[in-house]
């Protein structure tokens, strides 16, 4: 989902907000929106429909001392022609026709397209390759120019699970955390475990969950899960079905399908454990709880918001709060 989708959506419900409570200024304070902006809104949807009200594209305005466009076409289509040289060699093909650009301008205009690295600029001659040829290389599936985004309509519709590999410890072994996020609230649920998980582990990890989720008055629905064994192995799918759980498999070699997970992974690696492992060691025995004790530490820490285009700087507890109230409403 794009931001200009995000905003006509809320467009959209600040609508049937107002339209359900029959009062306007209501609506509009429990969205934080003038009632102008609102009676704006909905002239133009009167006027020429629902579908007005997405977030039309500006052009980007052309200033007077910019690389001319025809410029830029030509400095494109080299460099998905040459893909391997660099900006330098990029400026003396121009030059040869008879346009003088530098060598930055020409990096800046390759990076501002995506195509500022040499990966690049063959990601997207291999993705042009499969588009007109349908020859499709490991360069071409790495290249991914369309976003992909997890949605849900309310609190335990889906819930993303997935194994982080921690890693090796002296004297302990090896050390795997599973999670799993919701993805309409981002609340988190992790687990630590010692050796690679199993089906059985992921089954009590799944028990946990759906307790802990039912204690916070949220009901689980669906999961979602990688193909890994913990989660493909039939015990799992069987006690999934049992607990009346939709399961839900990602493609395989598709991890942006659980994106909402695996970014949940890479924040709690820069945030929490390579800060921890730089400043103590863990150790079998007593000191072992030490581990748990970081975790829940940096969870349960000052509430952290999250700045993505769904989160909007709000925090789990936020969303879910907010979400109450209007189905109270």
Not at 26 to 51: D, I, P
Not at 187 to 199: I, K, M
Request: hydrophobic fraction near 40%; charged fraction near 25%; proline fraction near 5%.
């Amino acid at each position: 989902m794009t931001p200009a989708q995000i905003i006509y959506q809320r467009r959209l419900a600040l609508l049937a907000l107002a339209e359900e409570l029959g009062n306007v200024a209501a609506a509009c304070r429990s969205f934080g929106v003038s009632r102008t902006r609102y009676y704006e809104w909905k002239q133009v949807a009167e006027r020429f429909g629902l579908e007005a009200l997405m977030p039309k594209e500006r052009r980007a305005p052309q200033m007077p001392s910019a690389t001319p466009t025809h410029v830029v076409e030509r400095l494109l289509t080299l460099a998905v022609l040459e893909l391997t040289i660099g900006c330098r060699q990029y400026a003396d093909r121009l030059g040869d026709q008879g346009f003088a650009i530098a060598k930055s301008t020409v990096q800046k205009i390759l990076v501002d397209h995506a195509l500022g690295t040499r990966q690049e600029r063959l990601a997207r001659a291999a993705a042009i390759a499969a588009a007109t040829t349908g020859l499709l290389t490991e360069a071409a599936r790495d290249d991914e120019p369309f976003g992909f985004c997890l949605a849900a309509p309310g609190p335990g519709e889906l819930v993303c699970l997935d194994s982080f590999y921690i890693g090796k410890l002296k004297g302990v072994g090896k050390v795997y955390q599973l999670s799993a996020i919701d993805v309409f609230t981002r609340f988190a649920f992790v687990w630590l475990v010692l050796g690679t998980p199993d089906a059985s582990v992921s089954l009590r990890f799944l028990d946990r969950l759906l307790r802990h989720y039912k204690s916070h008055g949220v009901t689980v629905r669906a999961v979602l899960s990688d193909n890994g064994p913990e989660y493909n192995a039939s015990a799992f799918s069987a006690a999934v079905a049992a607990k009346g759980l939709r399961h839900v498999r990602i493609p395989a070699r598709s991890p942006n399908h659980n994106a909402v997970v695996e970014r949940f992974h890479e924040t709690i690696l820069q945030e929490c454990w390579r800060p921890a492992f730089h400043r103590r060691c863990f150790h079998l025995g007593p000191p072992a709880p030490g581990r748990s004790r970081r975790l829940v530490g940096h969870l349960q820490q000052a509430p952290r918001r999250n700045h993505g285009d769904y989160m909007r700087g709000r925090t789990p507890q936020e969303i879910l709060d907010r979400f109450r109230s209007k189905k109270a409403a």
